[in-house]
């Protein structure tokens, strides 16, 4: 069973920084893409960004792009998303997820199958 801890979500002001981690846990078969979703208010889960453990590739979602860094630390099983520039839109429950897709990198939400239990980012303006 795979089990996904996140932390580092908070509040800020718009242009500033937050880094979120999700620490892995469990078969590494079945979390070989490690991505983040974010949800707003009244909004749909939406991909942001993820990476393959196995092929050590990432990719963005076109709003992000830029702005945020996905990578990892082997040594921990933990994954990062470093959000730079953040702006008023970016308010969301971050969720971490995980997938065992191989060869690609999916962004949709019914191709990841473990999810941690989100962590607030408010960013005022």
């Known amino acids: 069973q795979v089990q996904l801890v996140e932390s580092g979500g908070g509040l800020v002001q718009a242009g500033e920084s937050l880094r979120l981690s999700c620490a892995a846990s469990?078969?590494?078969?079945?979390?070989?893409?490690l991505g983040w979703f974010r949800q707003a208010p009244g909004k749909e889960r939406q991909f942001v960004a993820a990476?393959?453990?196995?092929?050590?590739?990432?990719r963005y979602a076109d709003s992000v792009k830029g702005r945020f860094a996905i990578f990892r630390d082997s040594a921990k099983s933990t994954v990062y998303l470093q959000m730079n520039i953040l702006k008023p839109d970016d308010t969301a429950v971050y969720y971490c997820?995980?997938?065992?897709?191989?060869?690609?990198?999916?962004?949709?939400?019914?191709?990841?199958?473990?999810w941690g239990q989100g962590t607030q980012v408010t960013v005022s303006s």
């Open positions: 997820a995980a997938s065992t897709a191989r060869w690609r990198i999916p962004e949709q939400r019914i191709d990841y199958d473990y």
């Open positions: 469990g078969p590494i078969f079945s979390r070989n893409v």
């Open positions: 990476f393959s453990w196995s092929e050590g590739t990432t």
